[in-house]
């Protein structure tokens, strides 16, 4: 891994400066859509997770005050070189929820000095349910957090005993009581499916207590062995057993029958939001049914009946910035929506990954060094994709979701000689692929095998 300090008067030492020849002439500070902010504190190192996280050692008591110095610098050094006026902030970790809330006062006092968030519509901010607090939740509302995504993940003790979970299934709708008491009424819960030893029926269980609870969002992952996490070494060491494809594929598809008859677009491939009203083309609906192939995986407002609209960008504004977003009306989440459709981000916090006009990076994932380095923090993992590996990741993306990639942006993206044509007619042959009429998207059997699927076309 090779890290590299940038200079003072730039954000990083390999993204381009404005008016460069590297940023194609473009005038003015580079337009960030979104912020990402890290907060890499945890209670517990869950066994699954493989995200940059620590848990505080009870001899540092001083370092989440040292880290919001170092997050709060980093903040208004890149306001002053990039002007950041993001549309979105998601703050994750970690457990940003486990940050002390007086500490949060200062870190949002400074984003609102700074006018960070004059422009922003949806700030979210994860959430475990053991950490959430009346006075954490009124601290964050009055600062200007309009969006909490708890991650509740199962209902199920023993499930969460796998997990290496430690919150009580009885806090989620606690927490959620919490979150609605300081006006915040667009929520997302997490779970996760496929647990060694879950049943259907225990998947059902979970799904109806996550229901119960009205969110406006919900994400459903399939467990994922990463490599390098007590889970994984607790498999290869025979302790645990993944559960079979094949009933991965049914917990799948009836998590997606559940949830569309309980009023929620599927938006993409583990991402359900509260339907709203509205025009557009909603991709494949999620009353069709899935049948007859494996699944695994990578996945990877204000009113309490919020809506969003997202409307498709110009010809112009697409080839600037990725695959247009699809019109419709749901609570989808925009700050992932931003991700998918390959905009602009900042990732700020120690392991926070970074994209600015096609050129990727991130902070080096070492609380001290990120402290010590602010607010220039050291940097890793350089990146500017060649222009086939490019379009090869925002067709990665754009098929993630449900509506797929619209034949404007293939046609005016992907070359009349590029093998890839010839790859999505043979995917189309297979059933995999489906054009409708504006649109390129996954069928509802290619939905089950999406990393396959789009790996062909990478």
Known sequence: MQECNPPTDAIQAQIPAPGSPERQGAAGPAPIHSLYLHVPFCFHKCHYCDFYSLVEPKDKPDRQEQFTEALT????????????????????????????????????????ARDILDDVTEFTVEANPETVTPELM???????????????QSFNVEQLKTLERWHDPETVPKAVEMVRDADISNFNLDLIFA???????????DLDAVLALNPTHLSCYSLIFEPNTPLTQKMKMGRISPVGED??????????????????????????????TGSGDQGPGIEERVSGVGYRDSGTPRDRETVTTYKAR?????SSSGPAPPETRSARCLHNMAYWTNRN??????????????????????????IQGAPTPPTTDHEQLPPRQHIGEQIMLGLRL?????????????????????????????????????????????????DSVIAKLL
């Open 138 to 152: 009124r601290c964050l509302a009055e600062g200007g957090v309009n969006r909490v995504s708890l991650g509740a």
């Open 247 to 276: 009933l991965e594929k049914q917990m799948y598809a009836h998590i997606i029958e559940r949830l569309n008859d309980e009023g929620f677009e599927h938006y993409e491939v583990s991402n359900w939001a509260r339907r709203g």
């Open 195 to 205: 647990i060694p030893g879950q049943t259907l029926e225990q998947l059902d269980q």
């Open 314 to 318: 110009s010809a112009e504004g697409a």
């Open 402 to 450: 449900r509506e797929g990639l619209t034949h404007i942006w293939i046609s005016q993206h992907i070359p009349q000689d590029d093998p890839r044509h010839e790859t999505i007619n043979e995917l189309i042959d297979i059933h995999m692929l489906e054009r409708t009429n504006t649109h390129l998207r996954l069928t509802p059997q290619g939905l089950f095998l999406a």
């Open 345 to 370: 981000w900042l990732g700020l916090g120690p392991a926070a990954a970074s994209h600015i006009d096609g050129r990727r990076w991130k902070n080096l994932p070492h609380l001290g060094k990120y």
């Open 73 to 112: 610098a980093e903040i208004n050094h890149l306001a002053d070189q990039y002007a950041p006026k993001p549309s979105t902030i998601f703050v994750g970790g970690g457990t940003p929820t486990l940050l002390r809330t007086d500490l949060w006062a200062k870190l949002l006092d400074a984003m609102n």
